[in-house]
């Protein structure tokens, strides 16, 4: 077997709506399956998704206090007030703040924006900055993407007179700002249609009703923001993102056209995928390291030459930020690894001082992909005796509930169900970490602890072809709600293996249905090849993709997992490295068996002498879940038997079966030859078998091994007596027969064991070890 890393969930697809959508919209049978499996599910649902453009954006005023909120900011301008943008350091904050500057800047308003620096001051709004807007005179602050838990914040601006409005897409809480109005389409009560906008959807929506257009020249900094920000992409953040990456290839705004510069994609076909994990970093770097200023001010330059050196700017931000946080999850690995065992911790809360807390949430994430557990990763500020901290969670697991319920210790948090930030006295960290566990141990399931892997539908090798995958792509842009779709194809055989790459870790492999033929890749899945043999039947999850090279086009499976669900044999019989390969099987798996205790001098094992199985000890054998290594030929078929009678099938079976006599290739007398022999002895009364048996078998043409066989024969069966090397005729011997020798029977037992388990063919000896398994099986049904 190959077990899977993770829980295949194959989701359900009536094929009745299937049927209906490919017949009303025409469209290909699999395109309609992959719709009606996420949900799409009527012919006018599928219409909207596949084909809705900017001309189908809702109405913004849809929006509860739209109104309220355009008319304050158009008599600001009108009145000539000073307004401040109150921004985010994020991706989505970064291109929200941006959003409002080209509104305003159209508008011919007074206005400036403000990011908070992420190290001095945190996450939203703060009385300080209020404060400095109050005396450099501003009278409205707009927040983007931030400010729905800014309670205190928002009585403070009002004591200040300064009038706040909230624009923000996080969830909010049970207590509301007292602001002047508060845009959030999750607001309790808002009746707009859409509730997953990212900030800059929202600010988006606000540009739209202050214009009294839509902003279709700002759809390339939606989609950025958007994007990055990992909200559904379905609905309206569908139709953003899409036309917002067409808008982006073909931007006139400088800043972008450098930023795509430096992340290397000017002249690719751009997708989500693209900003997800080149654009959207790069900004987030900016913030996360400094200040997200630089980064504003990129997306919003006219200056080309400006816009060039502040995009290298942030390309060297973000290529240190890639180095704080591979340096930082190795030191958040030893901690976990050190500190909390995972059979204790379903919630893995880990803090140490001088972290960087602009990228707590990466390595937060990184530990979510390594162990599997909700994630919390806080810097320790002593000074201030607070610790500051970004959250990732896992399926099952809603972050922002369960930590709502630890509001006493936590005076600062927000997010989402999957994410969330916050900051707390470093005295409670400990408390934290025990609430959470103990809400994780009552609310997940061991087996929750296995990611999961969504399948959206399972396919045969015929269904795959350049159409097909073409076809399936217009579902794009593909991200969190609408995910690259994944296939399975199951009980594949493998045609062809073998490692690539400078460091030979990745796996190439072909798969066969006995007809067509699909080449695959696993990135980073080298390993597995010696998880698997050539006869398996392999099952295999992946995204389907065109390969292009030299101008020829063909399909091809990018493997995300892969399952063998069958008991597996690894012939090791002959090979070079024996050695070595049986050394590498994971210790914790191997159990190792050997008939003959000069065998583990062989193989290096004396020191695992407490993990190998001698079958003549009588020490019992374990087999259930393990990997069974035979070392050597065993002496008898009743021993073998015996072994494979008393203990369960295990996962796999590695033969080596070495021997030091070949019994097979050696002579075995015929009755002619020993009836011969026997006359030859019966003349002469006496044979010297030290001094003359070379000289004989060289008459004969035997070997000399063959004399001294039919000679132990003959001993056995008390036709003659041996001394000193000197064989004597007994006089008058009963009449036996060969079989009653011990030797002679167990010569031929040998040879018969040498056939089937050292020189039978890789299918024979399968099936002789799946006969053997057969019969077990019978015998405990």
Known sequence: MLKAKTRWNVLPVDEGKAATIASSLKLPELLAKLLVSRGIDTPEDAEHFLFDGSDHLYDPFLMDGMDVTVKRIHKAISDKEKILVFGDYDADGVSSTSVMVFTLKELQADFDYYIPNRFTEGYGPNENALRWAKEEGFQLIITVDTGISAVHEAQVAKELGLDFIVTDHHEPPPVLPDAYSIINPKKPGCPYPFKGLAGVGVAFKVSHALLGRAPLKL?????????????????????????????????????????????????????????GF???????????????????????????????????????????????????????????????????????????????????????????????????VLSIDQEKGVAKGSARSIEGFDMFENLSTCRDILPHFGGHPMAAGMTLAIDDVDELRERLNRLAFEKLAEEDLKPITQVDIECRLEDITIETIEQMNKLAPFGVSNPVPRVLLKDMQIREMKKIGSQSNHLKLQFTDGQAVLDTIGFQKGDLMDEMTYHSTVSAVGELSINEWNGYRKPQLMIHDMAVNEWQLFDFRGIRDVKKRIHDIPEEKAVYIAFREESL???????????????????????????????????????????????????????????????????????????????????????????????????????????????????????????????????????????????YRRKLEQVEIENELVYSSYNDLKNWFKNKHACKMKQEV
């Open 601 to 743: 001098e062989r193989f290096g094992l004396h020191e695992w002498k407490g993990r190998v199985i001698m079958p003549q000890s009588n020490k019992e054998a374990a087999f259930e879940g393990k990997y069974v290594i035979f070392l050597d030929v065993p002496n008898t078929k009743e021993e073998l038997d015996c072994l494979l009678e008393n203990t369960a099938v295990p996962e796999r079976t590695y033969v080596v079966f070495h021997q030091d006599n070949d019994h097979f290739f050696s002579t075995i007398p015929s009755r002619d030859h020993f009836s011969w022999y026997y006359k030859f002895l019966y003349k002469r009364k006496t044979f010297n078998l030290q001094k003359n048996g070379n000289e004989l078998a060289r008459l004969k043409g035997w070997s000399a091994e063959t004399i001294q066989f039919m000679s132990r024969v003959f001993f056995e069966l008390e036709f003659v007596t041996i001394k000193d090397g000197v064989i004597y005729l007994n006089d008058h011997p009963k009449k036996k027969d060969l079989q009653e020798s011990n030797a």
């Open 219 to 275: 759809l390339d900094i939606a989609a950025i923001g958007t994007i990055a920000d990992l909200v559904p992409l379905i609905g309206e953040n569908r139709i953003l993102a899409r036309e917002g990456i067409k808008a982006l290839k073909q931007t006139d705004k400088p800043g972008l056209k450098a930023l795509l510069k430096v992340a290397d994609l000017h002249d690719k076909d751009l997708n989500a995928e693209h900003i």
């Open 278 to 376: 080149a654009i959207g970093p790069r900004v987030n770097a900016a913030g996360r390291l400094d200040s997200a200023i630089p980064a504003v001010e990129l997306f919003t330059t006219d200056d080309h030459e400006e816009a060039k050196l502040l995009a290298e700017e942030i390309d060297q931000m973000n290529k240190s930020r890639q180095t704080i946080v591979n340096e930082m999850t190795k030191e958040a690995i030893d901690v976990v690894e050190s500190n909390f065992p995972l059979e204790e911790n379903r919630v893995l809360v880990v803090a140490k001082e001088d972290w960087n807390p602009g990228v707590i949430g990466i390595v937060a994430s990184r530990l979510v992909e390594k162990f599997y557990r909700p994630t919390i």
